[in-house]
């Protein structure tokens, strides 16, 4: 039987909605690639009853129960009680972990103070773990059944706290099934296309899940036991094959783009109404872009982009500015005038709400042009609607544009 | 005593942590402004035993369950026979809910087949609820001393189950005590000055919660019963008072900046370096921006900020590209070649790792300048260090630019 593992994370933050946990996608990741099987995940209030009662239910059907939060020196903290309450036991000052508080306060400059000291209580029986990045301890007791690690909620303490106290003593505490993945990511497909491209890849004992991240697919492999990094390789081999250029490595598309760039020796540059930014952003958000990227231009009315870029206004008034030939236009002149080997541009309505061309005809939200311009090649432009709200269309679109620079770099454009 | 709710989520993908749940902080919140109390929040596997496990559980100690996903037609959907199990109950084919999938399915243009029909199988005493927004109907029921009700997991599905089918019928099944609210939000100031300069503000009847939002803080205040708008009023005006000029109201920095900006009539332009575009990509994800952001440009290399901005080659090498003097000279070229009443420039060291001045100096990572220029005034910089990673370095300074915007757009700069 693999190890099965609970959560139970405790704050009142949580509860209400208002702040994304993500110490529990953290953990759960974490676990689920050490080869433990997370069974459940609880938010808890602070109040003790509440912590209690989370921490015994789940100690009565899992291996292993990780609490995280509440371990702090306020009256919020309230988890050392919720444990002592859950373990029928009482909380008692605790040798080495006062050492620990203390050291860990003089290192701050600190002197151990009355509330401070509280952090050294733990159940009677528990054990404390050291806590590399900050003050409170941490707590391993017997719960039931179970193992039970009460570790900090602030991330950087939880998270160095589990890779050195309890992620090296879960093989003890039950059988580990480590899986093994690998990923792939798409973008310009859509998820039931993919599906079908992909059909009968899942069996054998591979898995097969789709994962969006805004605008691009990712597909992940995940096989177990004997052989499964063979299985894993072969079927993402095959998922290779069938879906040919629309497929590439596990790394965002701007980095896809970067690397291929760097690889080719060449400089990209971007003119972007539509997006307003975001091509460049996500490009320099990559270390290492300035290799590839030296500037772009956000030209988001029509003045900016007869003086910036050279786009006739002629063409903006015919055409107006959401038109294929202000994408090629717009494409061109960033070309000509950066020093760069490859240009896309972007227009088009990010909405709320539609656009009207110079004749009259409505242009639906989310209609984009993407402009592709390289030296010496016919400038291509790209038509696209993306059905979406500002923000999406927006994301959208600038994948979209990326996509187009990773498919000419690849030679498949 | 309030009504207390616990939610339920159903879904193997949400317990390794590679899919972040989005339907939990919707209904928590949801609930929460609505007056009732969310106690727990579990995440469960889609197995039939897990999931009846934590229904079991919830439904114990809550007055008002609420299950989420796994009511679909494929094997993964296990809800339905965990309430069975749960309830200790057959599943029956229920007449009404028959009609509903019958319905659904026509109005999409199929018939039913044997596997939608599993839709229409409640536990026996279960009543269902119209999908206003897809095929499976919802599951009311009695469980233990709870009333539980099961929504789709497809989030608009869910919501708009929720709104309709179960929010009117929470005020009969216990009391409600909805919270007035009021947020205002911080920018450049540290949580523990915050929370000093907010010192006794909260207590008598209000509690004040502090949100991180990537270089914005929001302080939330929230309080219940007899007169608490006015002493959520009072608390968030004296806030205003003690803090001054650091606090705006409750939206983020970009759209204060757009909104005063429209507000007096002027237009901003943009040079960013160290941000790559990110800047101008903020202002744009406001709706109507264009009226007060016509372009910006993006001068990532030397040669793009002497060329596009007129940045002295001179200045460049003898300062440096991180340096006050190219911060100013970004902003002013800015100013001057856009028609713009404001610029604010951007140039720094995101990482990873450190870089040289032209003598020689280390200039540590997180290091960057925010210029500022408009017409007849003389031109600003501030010198920042934000010691993180290369994308937290990136919002720290876009942030700290808006708020530079924002602040001499208020008089306050």
């Known amino acids: 039987m693999t190890l099965e593992v609970a959560l139970v994370l405790v704050g009142d933050e949580l509860l209400g909605g ?123 007791m017997r719960l039931g059944r179970s193992t039970l690690f009460a570790l900090p909620g602030v991330p950087r303490e939880m998270q160095a706290m589990f890779d050195t106290a309890v992620l090296p003593r879960l093989g003890d505490l039950g059988d580990l099934d480590p ?69 590439y490595g596990n790394v965002p598309i701007e980095e ?47 003045a900016w982009k007869a003086a910036r870029l050279g786009v006739p206004e002629r063409l903006l008034a015919e055409r107006g500015a959401v038109s294929k030939e202000v994408a090629r236009a717009m494409a061109e002149g960033a070309l000509e005038r950066a020093e760069a080997d490859l240009a896309v541009s972007l227009t088009g309505i990010a909405g709320p709400g539609g656009g009207a061309a110079p004749d009259g005809t409505l242009i639906p939200q989310g209609t984009f042009y993407v402009g592709f311009a390289r030296a010496g090649v016919r400038t291509r432009v790209e038509h696209h609607r993306a059905p979406h709200s500002r923000t999406i269309v927006r994301r959208r679109a600038a994948v979209r544009a990326l996509d187009v620079l990773r498919r000419a770099l690849d030679g498949n454009g």
Request: proline content about 3%; hydrophobic content about 45%; glycine content about 14%.
């Open 18 to 140: 208002t702040r994304q946990d993500a110490n529990g996608p953290w953990l759960a990741n974490r676990l689920t690639r050490a080869g433990a099987r997370v069974t459940s995940w609880t938010l808890a209030g602070d109040g003790v009853a509440e912590a209690a009662r989370a921490v015994g239910v789940a100690a009565e059907y899992a291996d292993v129960v990780i609490v995280s939060g509440g371990l702090g020196p306020t009256d919020d903290d309230g988890t050392r009680a919720a444990l002592a309450v859950a373990g029928g036991v009482e909380l008692v000052e605790d040798d080495e972990a006062l050492d620990l508080v203390r050291a860990a306060q003089r290192a701050r400059g600190s002197e151990l103070d009355a509330r401070r000291r509280l952090e050294a209580r733990l159940p009677r029986g528990a054990t404390c773990l050291a806590n590399p990045e900050g003050t409170a301890p941490g707590i391993a």
């Open 179 to 247: 899986a093994s993945t690998a990923s792939l990511r798409t973008s310009g497909l859509r998820e039931p296309d993919i599906q079908d491209a992909l059909a009968g890849l899942d069996g054998g004992g591979v898995a097969l899940g789709l994962y969006p991240h805004q605008g691009e697919q990712e597909i992940r492999f995940t096989a177990r036991g004997e052989g499964a990094e063979e299985r894993v390789e072969a079927a993402a081999a095959e998922a290779r094959r069938r879906l040919g250029a629309a497929v």
């Open 256 to 302: 896809a783009v970067v690397g291929a760039l760097k690889a080719r020796g060449l400089v990209g540059t971007t003119a972007e109404s539509l997006t307003g930014g975001l091509v460049a952003r996500m490009l320099t958000e990559v270390p290492g872009a300035s290799d590839v990227f030296r500037g772009g231009w956000v030209v988001y009315s029509d």
